[in-house]
């Protein structure tokens, strides 16, 4: 199998960028915030939830979602 040099490599769990961050599919960033898939696609760009398209797929960054959920603390 030929693989593009634009298609980011799949791995367990997500897959890997350029640079190494790693990003989640939709069902995988929603079970680590621990919402319902159907949020991750209507509310996350309205809650401003910093999302990625490629190869035709959402994806969320692991380290913007942790970065998202720290700024969504109470006190």
Known sequence: MTRSRHEPHQSIGGTHGEAGGRYLE????????????????????????????????LRFKISDLDRWARQQRVA
């Open 26 to 57: 939709v069902d995988e960033a929603a079970a680590y915030l621990c919402v319902s898939r159907r949020w991750m696609y209507r509310e996350s760009g309205r809650h401003g939830v910093p999302r990625y398209y490629f190869g035709g797929r």
